[in-house]
C-alpha cells in the first residue's frame, strides 16, 4: 500500500477507511469470526468464493452455514488456532458446497479469528497431473524391468498385479491362458490390505463361475477392452462363493484388457476400482501398455519354451544310452537347466572299444546354447571313434581328440575325463585306468564309505588350446562294489560359493548315500546337490564294479 503524506509533508496513518478498501480489493478470501464463530465480516471475494450474498452470511454461525465442515479439517485447525493462541497454515480440500483445494491460514485476536483463504485447486490438479504422470511413466518402466529378461513367464505376471496397484487401479488380478487354451489367474492384489485375501480367495474360483458374457470371458474371446459395472457382472453371476466373494470386495467397476499376442490373446489383466474411484484416460492409455508389455512377455516366453523343449530333445537325443557292460552297472543322468536354453555342451557316454573293454566319458564344452550343443554331438562322436578304432588308454585318447580339434573345430574349447575299466573279468575287482582334460575331478566311492577324489582340483589343460600338450593317465585298483562318479560343473558351482565348496558338499554328499543302489544314489545325490533346481546343465555317469566280477 503506498504511504499518504499529509500537506505538510510528513506520513500519516491510513485511515481505517483505506485498509477496509485494500481487503476488500484483496484477490484473496478473507473473513472475520467472533468468539461465538459468527462470521462478522467477510470481503467481497470471500463472497465469491463462497457462493452466498453477504447480507445472507453477515450475523451467521460458520458451522451452520456450512455444516461439512464440522469435524473436518477446517474446523479442527480454527479451533486450535483460537484454543492454542497461535496462527495456523495448511492446504486441504473441501468436499461439499464449493469442491476443491485451499490454502488457508488463521491468526486469532481476543475478539475472534481472521481466516484467509486462497482456491488453489487449479495447481493441485496440475500438481497430481504431473504426479500421475510421473508414477505412470515408472509403472512402465518397472513393468518392462520385470518382464524385459523374464524367463518363467507366469511367476513375473503373478508380481504384476503387485505393480499397477495403485496407479492405476485399486485391485488387480492376472489372468494367463496357457498354449492348450486353458485359463487361470496366477496373481492378485488389492491396497487395501484387508481385501487381500479375499481377493486372492474370489482369484481362485471366478474363472470356473464367469458367465460367458462376464467382461474377463468378452476381453478373452473378443480381444478388446471392456469396462462394466460391477453389479452388471454381479447380476449375470450364479448364487455362490465366487458372488459373494465379489460383492463382499465392493468395486464398484471393473476394466478387463486382453494380454494381445501376434495371433492371439495370451490373457487378461483384469482392473478393479472402487467408489469414487477416476479412471482417466492417460489411465487407461498406460493399463493398454502394460497390457502389451506383458502379451509381448508371454509370448515369447511361449516360444522360447518350445525351442527349449526342442533344444532338449536334440541334446538328448545326442545322449545314447550306455551299453550292458558285463560285471559293471553303468548310470547315467542328464538334467537342463531351469534358466536360459536348456541347451549346453554337457555330454555323458559309455561304450566298448573293439577288445571289449569299457570306456566311460564326462565332457564339457564351452557355451550354453544350439552352437555348443552341436559342438557336443560332434566332439562326442569323434573321441568315440579315436577310442574304439585305436584301443588307446585315456591319455592317448584325449591327444588324438586335441589333435582333431585342432585340425576340424578350431573354435571349439572343451573339458573331458575319460576312465577305462580294464580286468574287469578277473578276480578281485579291476583296474581303473584315466586322464583328465581340465574338467572337475572323478570320485570314487568304496566300500565302507571310504571317498576318494581323483587328481587335484583340475586336471591337465582343457582341449582345445594346445594339440601338443603331454596328457597324463594314472591307474587305480578297484574293489568290488566300488563306484567312479564322473560329474560336470553344473553338479558342484553355485552362485555364491566356491568350487572347493562345491567339491565338499559332493563328497559329504557321497559319504551319506554310500551303499545304496548306483541308480537310487545317483538321483538322491542330483536332489541334494541341485536343491531341486539346475542353474546350469548337468550330466553325469556312474559305473560300479559288480561283486561277481570276483568268482568266490
Not at 510421473?134 to 498385479?161: M, T
Amino acid at each position: 500500500m503506498a504511504e499518504v503524506y499529509c500537506p505538510r509533508g510528513r506520513p500519516r496513518a491510513p485511515a481505517a477507511r483505506d485498509f477496509a478498501d485494500v481487503i476488500e480489493a484483496m484477490p484473496a478470501a478473507f473473513l472475520w469470526l467472533d468468539p461465538q464463530w459468527r462470521i462478522g465480516y467477510l470481503n467481497a471475494e470471500a463472497e465469491r468464493v463462497m457462493d452466498i450474498p453477504r447480507g445472507d452470511l453477515l450475523g451467521r454461525v460458520l458451522w451452520d452455514v456450512y455444516p461439512g465442515m464440522v469435524g473436518s479439517r477446517f474446523e479442527a485447525a480454527y479451533r486450535s488456532a483460537v484454543e492454542a493462541g497461535r496462527p495456523v497454515a495448511f492446504e486441504a480440500p473441501y468436499a461439499q458446497h464449493r469442491r476443491g483445494w485451499y490454502e488457508v491460514r488463521a491468526w486469532p485476536a481476543p475478539d475472534g479469528l481472521a481466516v484467509y483463504f486462497l482456491d488453489v485447486t487449479a495447481r493441485h490438479t496440475a500438481e497430481d497431473a504431473a504426479r500421475r504422470a510421473g508414477a505412470r511413466l515408472d509403472l512402465l518402466a518397472r513393468v518392462n524391468a520385470e518382464l524385459a529378461g523374464a524367463l518363467d513367464g507366469v511367476s513375473a505376471l503373478g508380481r504384476l498385479a503387485r505393480l499397477v496397484v495403485p496407479t492405476l487401479t485399486d485391485a488387480c488380478i492376472v489372468t494367463v491362458v496357457d498354449r492348450d487354451g486353458r485359463a487361470r489367474d496366477v496373481g492378485s492384489w488389492h491396497a487395501d490390505p484387508a481385501r487381500r485375501d479375499l481377493l486372492g480367495r474370489y482369484a481362485s474360483l471366478r474363472l470356473e463361475t464367469l458367465p460367458p458374457a462376464s467382461p474377463v470371458a468378452l476381453a478373452l474371446t473378443g480381444g478388446t477392452l471392456v469396462t462394466e459395472p460391477v453389479d452388471e457382472v454381479l447380476a449375470l453371476m450364479h448364487p455362490g462363493p465366487a458372488r459373494d466373494l465379489l460383492e463382499r470386495l465392493g468395486p464398484e467397476s471393473a476394466t478387463v484388457l486382453p494380454l494381445p499376442a501376434e495371433d492371439r490373446t495370451v490373457g487378461v489383466l483384469t482392473l478393479y476400482h472402487d467408489p469414487g474411484r477416476v479412471v482417466a484416460d492417460d489411465d487407461l492409455d498406460t493399463a493398454r501398455e502394460v497390457a502389451a508389455q506383458a502379451g509381448r512377455a508371454i509370448d515369447r516366453v511361449h516360444r522360447q519354451s518350445q525351442q527349449a523343449k526342442l533344444a532338449e530333445a536334440l541334446q538328448r537325443s545326442l545322449l545314447t544310452d550306455p551299453p550292458a557292460i558285463p560285471h559293471a552297472e553303468v548310470v547315467v543322468r542328464y538334467v537342463p537347466a531351469a534358466e536360459a536354453a536348456r541347451v549346453g555342451g554337457d555330454w555323458y557316454d559309455a561304450f566298448l572299444q573293439r577288445d571289449g573293454t569299457p570306456v566311460v566319458v564326462i565332457g564339457d564344452v564351452v557355451g550354453h546354447d544350439t552352437a555348443a550343443a552341436a559342438s557336443m554331438g560332434q566332439l562326442r562322436g569323434l573321441l568315440r571313434g579315436i577310442a574304439h578304432h585305436s584301443g588307446a588308454g585315456p591319455a592317448e585318447v584325449l591327444r588324438g581328440l586335441d589333435e582333431a580339434i585342432a585340425s576340424m573345430h578350431r573354435d571349439a574349447l572343451a573339458t573331458a575325463a575319460v576312465a577305462r575299466l580294464e580286468g574287469l573279468a578277473g578276480p578281485g575287482g579291476a583296474r581303473l585306468r584315466w586322464a583328465n582334460a581340465g574338467h572337475p575331478p572323478p570320485f570314487v566311492v568304496a566300500p565302507g564309505q571310504c571317498v576318494q577324489v581323483l587328481g587335484g582340483r583340475l586336471g591337465d589343460l582343457m582341449l582345445g588350446v594346445d594339440p601338443e600338450v603331454e596328457r597324463e593317465e594314472a591307474v587305480l585298483d578297484l574293489a568290488p562294489g566300488t563306484v567312479v562318479l564322473l560329474y560336470t560343473d553344473g553338479l558342484v558351482e553355485r552362485r555364491g560359493s566356491t568350487l572347493d565348496d562345491g567339491l565338499a558338499r559332493l563328497r559329504a554328499c557321497l559319504e551319506e548315500l554310500a551303499g545304496r543302489p548306483l541308480a537310487e544314489l545317483c538321483d538322491q545325490l542330483l536332489e541334494r546337490m541341485l536343491d531341486g533346481t539346475a542353474r546350469d546343465d548337468v550330466a553325469l555317469v556312474a559305473v560300479t564294479v559288480q561283486p561277481d566280477a570276483c568268482p568266490c
